[in-house]
DNA sequence: CATTTAATTTAGACAAAACGAAAAATAAAT
DNA sequence: ATTTATTTTTCGTTTTGTCTAAATTAAATG
């Protein structure tokens, strides 16, 4: 397994190839940043493989075993995002450039230990779920920001997007996971929303609160 | 720099091309398993790049800025392998072959915060010398314990090879870094030494003296 | 010094990964 | 049902790194 290939199956399973939806060879090109044809030449290969289904001007879906292994480089990328702001004081805007060199260390026992060593969190730094060894993902009840009733109350647990300028406008204005939100009030004209975090009230536009995450309070 | 062109130059240090020595075509095929052909087109382009200085059926060695680059892959192989030993439990025979991976991860921040995380280590789990920051070697007052005097004591602080099947046998017979060593007495037969060990005596052979590496007590 | 031997380089070929141009297939519009 | 536009593939080429076989150079031998 190259390290071209997992990228290819990451992007696959990021763009909701692993229900067995097909994915076009565009969409894969844009999201890799790379052409179209190329995308064409690697999906014949991972077909050749096993690892993805192609019907040739259909596009490509992850087969089992392609979940899998795109699973197997999730839980990798994302454990050692943790262990960089855990343990080296990263922030969470510096890990995953790191991170997409060091999914591709290829030792069973490196990233078992890394996953013990950090007590086998179940999120990384950007609130996304770490699938267990055996490929299981543990899905969370939440939903974005914007999407919340007024007076509403509940948990930043996520965001959506995690850009770089994302993740430090939102250090900026001291919005970090774990924060507690309550909606106060929506503007219409706008879509932004008044609300209290952590005792603070502010405003914030629909731009932000769209790429939210939050845990409603039971 | 690609990973190819820094396994090339790490290779070409470790043969004694930092000392502005000439280092054959054959030598580097064989440390790195490949074929003398390869060895010389990537002789050429290390030379285009002013890593190496290389005269066509003379060798390479190594210019000021190959040795720079070469202190720093080995500085970053040999942290790492002193994080798997003392931060992941791994032994010393299992951290060579993940550490020629991840020497090639590119960011600064990462292995000096690991140097950090470690506590600024001198030594690998090997015995070898950690190369600092800026590229300097801290040399050690060492020899090999097969040419230690009769009745001269002194502590085990490396190995010379470091091959697998060497680390489990000296694991096996209770021969670790540390240990304190006492020459007893020499066989000239076969050159075997009669040594005690932490206290224990016992017989090792010429083979294995002249791999471990001793620091003589003042 | 001529000849043999060994080391080294060159030349040609291959595989992986990528790209652009152009052809082919599909989808959308008229 | 055609025409047009878009998407996707094919084809030829490039780069990086490797190999085998042939040619060249250097070293050793007599
Ligand atoms: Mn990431
Ligand atoms: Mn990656
Ligand atoms: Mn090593
Ligand atoms: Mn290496």
Redesign the pocket.
């Known amino acids: 397994m ?4 997992e990228n290819y199956l990451k992007a696959i399973f990021h763009l909701g190839g692993g229900d067995s939806k097909s994915i ?3 969409a894969i090109a844009e999201q890799m940043e ?12 991972l077909s050749e493989k096993g690892l993805v289904d ?1 019907v ?2 259909q ?1 490509v879906s992850l087969t089992e075993a392609g979940v899998q292994t795109a699973l197997s480089i999730i839980r990798k990328h994302r454990l050692w995002e943790v262990f960089l702001v855990k343990k080296l004081d990263f922030t969470w805007d510096e890990v995953h450039e790191v991170a997409e060199q060091l999914e591709h260390i290829k030792s069973e026992k490196l990233i078992d230990k890394i996953d013990e060593l950090l007590d086998f969190p179940k999120y990384d730094p950007h609130g996304d779920p770490i699938p267990t060894k055996d490929g299981k993902f543990q899905e969370r009840d939440e939903k974005l920001l914007s999407e919340m009733p007024i007076n509403s109350k509940g948990v930043c647990v996520g965001v959506k997007d995690s850009s770089v300028p994302f993740l430090k406008f939102l250090d900026k204005n001291n919005i970090a996971l774990g924060n507690t939100i309550q909606i106060l009030d929506k503007e219409d004209f706008d879509n932004s929303l008044r609300i209290r975090m952590e005792g603070n009230e502010m405003r914030i536009s629909h731009q932000i609160a769209s790429n939210l995450f939050v845990k409603k309070n039971s």
């Not at 190259?2 to 290939?5: A, G, V, Y």
């Not at 790379?34 to 290969?45: E, I, L, N, Q």
């Open positions: 190259t390290r071209s290939e076009t060879t565009n790379t052409k179209p044809s190329s995308v064409t030449d690697m999906a014949k290969k192609y040739r001007y596009g």
